[in-house]
């Protein structure tokens, strides 16, 4: 079935350090790609998203690529802020016979120190 | 335009009860999903709902149910609760098929004792 698999946390850096999380998939078809953020007590919201192979998503200085060739859409971001605290969760979403099951990675919890 | 709402937001409970929990789209948004959120499983699918018809289920029994009325609004009930019940139920809300950018709420925290 599809997955989704990310970089297991948590990823510590310092303040206006460069940011990866890995995130690749596997899913038979094309499917959509999406990053969502989870801030503490809140509920998740999309970051970033990408439809189709070479497109770029970005948003508040994060940005991910659709690979379609290495399946994955790994998030980035130059310079990372304090209030950049927060799980981050990779996922797919496509059609399939009619149906939309979505899927998340496991998330990645990421912790920006001053 | 207002966020996805839910209610209550906490609850507790205890074994083989059963609970009814809330969600509220956003105007005009037609499609609602459910999801369970807990640290050993991440984030999975329960069901989705549109124009007040199950339209996709994931992999959970059936003591997980849901609903949704004609103003888009849905509620999820779980019967004869489990310890493995606990955990942060979100809902979110989109235009139509689940490949639009969903947009969740702040989640039911469940607490089953």
């Known amino acids: 079935g599809d997955s989704v698999t990310q970089m297991e946390g948590p990823v510590t850096l310092s303040e206006e350090a460069f940011l990866t999380i890995n995130c690749t998939y596997t899913?038979?078809?094309?499917?959509?790609l999406f990053w969502y953020v989870q801030y503490p007590g809140e509920g998740l919201q999309l970051l970033l998203k990408?439809?189709?192979?070479?497109d770029k998503g970005s948003n508040k200085g994060f940005e991910a690529t659709y690979r379609k060739e290495t399946t994955s859409f790994h998030l980035e971001k130059g310079s990372v802020q304090v209030s950049d605290s927060a799980v981050y969760f990779c996922?797919?979403?496509?059609?399939?016979?009619?149906?939309?099951?979505?899927?998340f990675g496991r998330g990645t919890s990421l912790i920006v120190h001053p | 335009k207002a966020g996805v709402t839910q209610t209550p937001r906490y609850l507790i409970k205890t074994r083989g009860q059963q609970v009814t929990l809330s969600c509220s789209p956003i105007?005009?948004?037609?499609?609602v999903s459910w999801y369970q959120q807990t640290p050993g499983q991440g984030l999975q699918f329960l069901f989705e709902?549109?124009?007040?018809?199950?339209?996709n289920k994931g992999n959970f029994p059936g003591r997980f149910s849901g609903r949704q009325f004609s103003n888009s609004r849905s509620e999820m009930n779980v019967s004869t609760l489990e310890l493995g019940d606990s955990a942060l139920y979100l809902c979110?809300?989109?235009?139509?098929?689940?490949?639009?950018?969903?947009?969740f709420g702040p989640g039911t925290r469940l607490t089953v004792l």
């Open positions: 996922a797919l979403s496509f059609s399939s016979g009619g149906s939309y099951i979505p899927t």
């Open positions: 899913a038979t078809g094309y499917p959509s």
């Open positions: 979110a809300s989109s235009p139509g098929v689940l490949t639009d950018t969903q947009y």
């Open positions: 709902y549109f124009s007040e018809t199950q339209r």
């Open positions: 990408a439809t189709k192979a070479d």
């Open positions: 105007s005009g948004h037609r499609s």
